[in-house]
Nanobody, 110 residues
């Protein structure tokens, strides 16, 4: 099982990024996938998840701005992030079961 995140970068406040989590060794459509972020000096914050049945959950801090989805053709999980704020800065990880990717850095700054 392997997870590889991509799509991070530097964006201005109000901008958008789309993170992708490429999975191998299992099918994303049959798994619960979670996204979390690590901010320096703070603990890991859960941002969103999507269950195997497609039920979604979002942290209050991102609700209405982030959208989680899965792509069966690509076997990826995606996190569309709109109207980004400086406080969204951090390393974003995708997680399935006990497996976590290496993370992708998101920096929101003018």
């Amino acid at each position: 099982v392997q997870l590889v995140e991509s799509g991070g970068g530097l964006v201005q406040p109000g901008g958008s990024l789309r993170l992708s989590c490429a999975a191998s060794g299992f099918t994303v459509m049959s798994s619960m996938m979670k996204w979390a972020r690590q901010v320096p000096g703070k603990g890991l914050e859960w941002v969103s998840l999507i269950s195997s049945r497609g039920v979604t959950w979002y942290a209050d801090s991102v609700k209405g701005r982030f959208t989680i989805s899965r792509d069966s053709a690509k076997n990826t999980g995606d996190l569309q992030m709109n109207n980004l704020k400086p406080e969204d800065t951090g390393v974003y990880y995708c997680e399935v079961g006990s497996n976590r990717g290496q993370g992708t850095q998101v920096t929101v700054s003018s």
